[in-house]
């Protein structure tokens, strides 16, 4: 481990380090990623992809280093940023569900972490396995607050740590906590739906897309096909 930290500092900077950590934190906790470690994939298969291009492809000075560089770019892309664009919204899908629980166990008088250990032992989903995460360190010595202030960093979605700040804002300072559950859950749905609006205004255009490369060329052939034949004969 201390040569691979090693090596990691002299091919990569502090902030290239640092960024990778943090991002695949997004990734959740039971994500086994280690940021060192992809990082120094990522270049050796790069370097390794490079060299064989190059020694069995005729034109390999080419497409070698042009295949090598578009590797080295995309693994990055999908092994962590498509996976975090995923799962935040996966983790939205789960959310309006799970506050709402939430927000009728504190309605019940329990208290934001008796209400938290009744959702989560009650949901089974990403965003209550976050939580469970967050009840785990506040067991081990972390306040509510810290905890919550932690799992913000593993949560890829803006919507989603608003509610948690909000939540943990309300729980230090005071205030009708129920009032902002219910207003996060407002909002959360409100969202849900503009994004059905959404991707129910994209169908034409969809329909007109798959119309042009499929049908149309359909239509003509039908259409011109006999007359080729004609001609040819």
Avoid: C, W
Avoid at 191 to 200: A, P, Y
């Amino acid at each position: 481990m201390k040569k691979e930290f090693s090596m990691a500092r002299k091919l990569y900077t502090q902030s290239s380090i640092n960024k990778t950590t943090e991002k695949i934190k997004l990734l959740g906790v039971y994500n086994k990623i280690n940021p060192l470690t992809f990082l120094n994939i990522r270049l050796l298969s790069s370097i390794i992809i490079f060299f064989v291009l190059l020694y069995f492809l005729e034109l390999g000075y080419i497409y070698a280093p042009i295949i090598s560089i578009l590797y080295y770019i995309f693994i990055y892309y999908f092994v962590i940023d498509y996976r975090i664009k995923k799962r935040s919204k996966k983790l939205e899908m789960e959310a309006q569900y799970f506050f709402e629980v939430l927000t009728l166990s504190i309605e019940t008088g329990r208290d934001l972490k008796s209400a938290l250990e009744i959702t989560v032992k009650n949901i089974d989903s990403e965003i209550s396995d976050e939580f469970k995460k967050t009840l785990e360190e506040v067991n081990y010595s972390k306040s509510l607050e810290e905890a919550l202030r932690d799992m913000r960093k593993r949560i890829p979605s803006d919507n989603i740590n608003n509610i948690i700040l909000n939540i943990s804002q309300t729980s230090i300072f005071g205030g009708n906590i129920i009032d902002t559950m219910h207003n996060q859950i407002d909002f959360l749905a409100d969202k849900r739906i503009q994004e059905i609006r959404g991707q129910i205004s994209k169908l034409p255009m969809k329909i007109s897309i798959i119309s042009v490369v499929f049908f149309i060329p359909l239509m003509l052939l039908l259409i011109l096909g006999p007359v080729v034949l004609n001609i040819l004969h």
